[in-house]
């Protein structure tokens, strides 16, 4: 079983809607979950993190945890053309490590 | 945010032959740095855990033989991968976390093409 899963997509939605991506992990020792967004040729970059349960926003980007259900999801609200990538989800768990989802591609259409 | 620097940002080189990565942390100092190597259209999968002063940790099925892992310095960490084959072209990624800090910033990314 993968440390975290992912749907892989691809997630399409119209300019100005609201993206929803959505995670799942396995091990509840970890504390610490982050999105990752990762044009094509790209390292990643960090969107948002998240380790209390319940809500976090950060400008057009909601990050939500329930670790009861182990679940994480990230909302985009306001979906631009530029937003149009693959998310990764990640969790850090033992030893400071960082296991990824495989990702959910989302287009954006104009 | 924290910056990491990875060269180079591309290589092709022949089968047979060693190809070294360089990852450097620009503004702070990296006692651990991960390496990640990811293949077209799949997920990052971590290979080693790079402690400074100490001999790399590899994760499951990553031969550390063939990739070998130096962190010489609190900023610097390198990756060597030895008598490359065609398998093993894929984009590596380092990345590197501040001491007490959450996040994880990667380094840009080398994508190696062995021929």
């Known amino acids: 079983q993968k440390e975290v899963e992912q749907n892989s997509g691809p997630l399409s939605v119209p300019e100005g809607a609201i993206a929803s991506l959505n995670c799942t992990y396995s091990?509840?020792?970890?504390?610490?979950f982050f999105w990752y967004r990762q044009y094509s040729g790209k390292s990643p970059e960090l969107i948002m993190f998240?380790?209390?349960?319940g809500d976090k926003e950060d400008g057009r980007f909601t990050a939500q945890l329930n670790k009861a259900s182990q679940y994480v999801s990230l909302l985009i609200r306001d979906s631009q053309p530029s937003d149009s990538a693959t998310y990764l989800c990640?969790?850090?768990?033992?030893?400071?490590?960082?296991?990824f989802g495989s990702g959910t591609k989302l287009n954006v259409k104009p | 945010g924290a910056v990491v620097s990875q060269h180079p940002s591309w290589v092709i080189c022949k089968s047979g032959t060693s190809v070294k990565i360089e990852c450097r942390s620009l503004?702070?100092?990296?006692?651990?740095m991960f390496w990640y190597r990811q293949f077209p259209k799949q997920s990052l999968m971590l290979m080693a855990t790079?402690?400074?002063?100490?001999?790399?940790?590899?994760e499951q099925g990553v031969e550390k033989d063939k990739f070998l892992i130096n962190h010489a310095s609190l900023t610097l960490s390198t990756l060597t991968v030895t008598s490359a084959h065609p398998e093993d072209s894929s984009f590596y990624i380092c990345?590197?976390?501040?001491?007490?800090?959450?996040?994880?910033?990667f380094g840009s990314g080398t994508q190696l093409s062995v021929l």
């Open positions: 790079s402690n400074e002063g100490s001999k790399a940790t590899y």
């Open positions: 091990d509840r020792g970890s504390q610490s």
């Open positions: 990640a969790g850090r768990g033992k030893f400071n490590k960082f296991y």
């Open positions: 990345s590197a976390s501040l001491r007490g800090n959450e996040k994880l910033f």
């Open positions: 998240i380790y209390s349960n």
């Open positions: 503004d702070f100092q990296a006692t651990t």
